[in-house]
């Protein structure tokens, strides 16, 4: 039955409008395509051909050759030496196991190491090489080129470490490098690209983490074709990169060598500075540890002998260490009362062998006393009431501000880690840090360097530069970089009466070289080298009344770690100063005994630039100097132990 025509004639219009419509859509589709298509082909030709050109070719960074760094005479400190590790890539081997049995046949492979091998193969792409070995030595790099056909796969590569050859003489100064880790990583806010290679080293601490930027270089880069899957083709070019920038310590590692050995034995730290310019020419910290074990990675074994060692080896003691500076702290309120004119050269405090103050018994350490006690008479016999009453006077403002003067209590800047920076007590700082109010026995502690006061052995020499100089004397321990020199700092006046710092000086002799003198056993005979110094100790436990009225305990019947800190600082030539000397020895007891031998047996190594005549010992020491210069000599081989003309 045919569909009447009315019907038909509607239902071609309908379809007519709906395929002009889908053909509409069709065409403008069409014509929106080809205008996509001229505009990736044309406009944006050169984008997609350069992201196209950057999907074959890859940047590759190459590691820059670290600075070294170098002693005041050019003696290599920290250098970087060849390091060969051995790699293997899993393509080209074949028999993965078997390469690895044979490889084990010629060098130092245990078991675990293999199975890490192993695990790492399995989840690295076969084209890229992985690690078997690192700080191979080359004897047994010698045996893989020999076998080289029988190991496929198997390649030795080698770049550049870093090595300390001095070994442990200078490991709390330049400090050491090893692996970046994540902890370093989220240190730094804007990473370098280069400390994401696989076994780059960084500055962990010391002057290797402190200048890290000068240290480093820039890296350099290679331009390599790779393909789909990122398997290296061929190298396009390449651009070397930069070395780190090379620096010159100024420190003597002669002298370092010297002052290391000298501490054997102690826990210790010495410090060595030129009070001309302020050069640090040695800064010893004992015992010492091999920062090379740290490079190479460091065993658990070795690192808990170090931590679990009571004298504390990885402690910088010389920059890092604050103790109770003890009597020579007297210096700066001697200067502070002279300025005030509180007290003149002649004025004297009586002493009984005690001052009582608010109730409170504080002693001298001579029980019976020293009777009247003028300025020099005090520094000399180290009398402790006479400072008693001084401080008294002064007020502990007054004593503050000196020792500021001086460079106590505050940080010193030096490219080490963790300098500390001592304390130099106020009313303010006690209210504010104990919550409680200064009160008087603070400040005649205080007057003898006990209390709340703390110096590091670095503070303590500058105090003594500056007191023989009379300027404020800067240290400076970064000598020339890149072979440029580096600012001299010597520091202008720091405003004392000379008058006043002459008398502080003369009392200073008197220490080393009147009979009187708490240091006249350790005395310089050559006369014109005669040293200025101050003994110093520091007490680290209270004496009860009961335990004074039996009678004080000597340091040698008690733990070690209840002795007293030994002190001593000194300035040489009398006449001519050119450099200050600090030395603490934790636990060692007195100063005079203790600390001042050590003290002058490294003023005269310092002063003549090797090992000094016994004639300038007192006659009575030769014999027993005699014997400790040779036992030092086999300590230290490979140092310089002829005598020389000094500098």
Known sequence: MKRPTKNTAAGQRTMSRRALILGGAQVGFMGLLAMRMRYMQVEEADKFRLLAEENRVNIRLIPPARGEIFDRNGKPIAVNDPAYRITLTREDAGDVDTILSRLQSLINLDDEELERVRTELKRTQPFLPVTVADQVPWSEVTKIAVNAPALPGVTPEVGLTRSYPQGSDLAHVVGYVGPVSDYDLEKIEAPDQLLFIPRFQLGKVGIE????????????????????????????????????????????????????????????????????????????????????????????????????????????????????????????????????????????????????????????????????????????????????????????????DMARRLGLGDRIDLPMSAVASGLTPTKAWKREARGEEWVIGDTVNSAIGQGFVLASPLQLAVMTARIATGNAVTPRLIKKIDGIEQPVNQGESIGLNENHLRQVRKAMYSVSNNRKGTAYSSRIIAEDLRMAGKTGTSQVRNITAKERAAGVRSNADLPWERRDHALFVDFAPYDDPQIAVAVVIEHGGGGSSAAAPVARDITLQALYGGEPPLDAYPTKDRNRIREQQKKLREYRPAAQTQSKSRA
């Open 209 to 400: 983490a402190k200048l890290e930027d000068d240290l480093r270089g820039q890296a350099g880069a290679r331009r390599v074709e790779v393909n789909h899957v990122g398997r290296e083709m061929r190298e396009l070019d390449r651009r070397e990169g930069q070395q780190g920038r090379d620096l010159q310590l100024t420190i003597d590692h002669t002298l370092q060598n010297y002052v290391q050995a000298r501490l054997e034995g102690e826990s210790a730290a010495a410090i060595v500075m030129d009070v001309r310019n302020g050069d640090l020419l040695a800064i010893s910290s004992a015992p010492s540890f091999d920062p090379n074990l740290f490079v190479r990675g460091i065993s658990v074994s070795d690192y808990r002998a170090l931590t679990e060692n009571k004298y504390r080896p990885l402690a910088a003691k010389a920059v890092q260490g604050i103790y109770p500076p003890g009597s020579t702290f007297k210096m700066v309120v001697a200067l502070a009362g002279l300025e005030a004119g509180v007290i003149g050269p002649e004025d004297t405090y009586y002493c009984p062998g005690h001052l009582t103050v608010a109730g409170r018994r504080f002693h001298c350490w001579k029980r019976v006393g020293h009777g009247h006690m003028n300025l020099e008479g005090s520094l000399r016999e180290s009398c402790d009431v006479y400072y008693y009453e001084l401080a008294l006077e002064l007020g502990i403002a007054k004593i503050t």
